[in-house]
């Protein structure tokens, strides 16, 4: 097939049996970087694999101030459909979130509570809406945006695996309960450390893995109006950056946030809590750090 009238103006610089290669004209290449697609459904639509630039042939001309024309697909390729869910409906996570509370029943609470080695009170459970999926198998958990809307569901797996179900947009695990501007809200990452913490006592918000929700997490903090956050470390490098991260997000903000870090043999604040640390403990941990945003305006008022 010949190339589109769109890419005329273009020095081919190579080709392969899938592309044409040029020089794209958006940033200052010396190495071919933009493909054009030879064949397919996705015939004459452009991509550069440097600086991101992709679309349809009109839009290139568009991007380039020409006027797009039309692109004639041979008949062989007219009625080619794309791939993909583009069809797939979203699920109703709500309807989804009631079903799986109600086969929550006490024998899969208990059977929870001896896989995540923790105790779970029926308060924690009801309020962050833990479910069992009795089709898969599966324990479920909701997440949710700021104002409280079902972004998608979590299933947890019996050998520890983790999988959203199709559809669902990353959130945070909250307590229904509510909760309280006063008190202090540990802000761990994963479903069974948000469990822990709620175990103990402390208000917990919880994000599905270190580095997911950080925006949106600060945004539900602002909102409703918690000023005493405590990130809590995982003892990994990922968790660490995770941590760091979430907390230079908060203390921008201008929230006193606190980072507190486990004991060294401790990987994840489960597993802190299963070996027996008490709300005592945890509160010495949180007493004993200082908080962020202090040191950040230390940092900055010192003597260059």
């Known amino acids: 097939m010949n190339l589109p009238e769109e890419y005329s103006g273009l020095q081919v610089q190579r080709g392969d049996s899938r592309y044409w290669w040029f020089l794209c004209p958006f940033h200052d290449d010396h190495n071919p970087s933009m493909s054009v697609n030879k064949s397919g459904q996705w015939f004459g639509h452009f991509r550069c694999w440097t600086c991101g630039k992709n679309g349809s042939p009109q839009k290139f001309a568009k991007l380039m101030g020409a006027e797009p024309t039309k692109i004639r697909l041979p008949k062989s390729q007219k009625h080619i459909k794309p791939s993909g869910d583009k069809a797939r409906p979203k699920p109703d996570f709500a309807k989804l979130l009631g079903k799986y509370e109600r086969n929550f029943l006490p024998c899969k609470h208990e059977e929870l509570e001896e896989i995540l080695g923790i105790t779970i009170s029926i308060n924690s459970s009801i309020g962050f809406g833990l479910g069992w999926c009795q089709e898969q198998r599966v324990y479920t958990a909701p997440t949710y945006n700021t104002n409280w809307n079902v972004t998608g569901i979590l299933r947890r797996f019996s050998d520890g695996k983790k999988k959203f179900v199709r559809g669902s947009v990353k959130g945070l695990f909250l307590d229904k309960h509510r ?14 450390d948000c469990l822990a913490g709620a175990s103990l006592g402390f208000q917990v918000i919880g994000r599905p893995d270190a580095r997911s929700c950080a925006n949106l997490l600060c945004e539900f903090l602002m909102k409703y109006g918690l000023k005493k956050p405590i990130v809590v470390c ?71």
């Open 179 to 192: 909760y309280d501007p006063n008190a202090q809200v540990l802000l761990p990452e994963g479903l069974s």
């Open 234 to 304: 995982d003892n990994d490098s990922p968790g660490r950056a995770g941590a760091e991260h979430l907390a230079d997000k908060l203390a921008d903000k201008g929230l006193s946030v606190k980072v507190i870090e486990l004991p060294e043999r401790y990987k994840d604040f489960r597993e802190y809590v299963t070996d027996g640390a008490t709300t005592e403990c945890v509160q010495q941990l949180i007493d004993n750090t200082p908080a962020t945003i202090l040191m950040k305006i230390q940092r900055f008022r010192m003597p260059r």
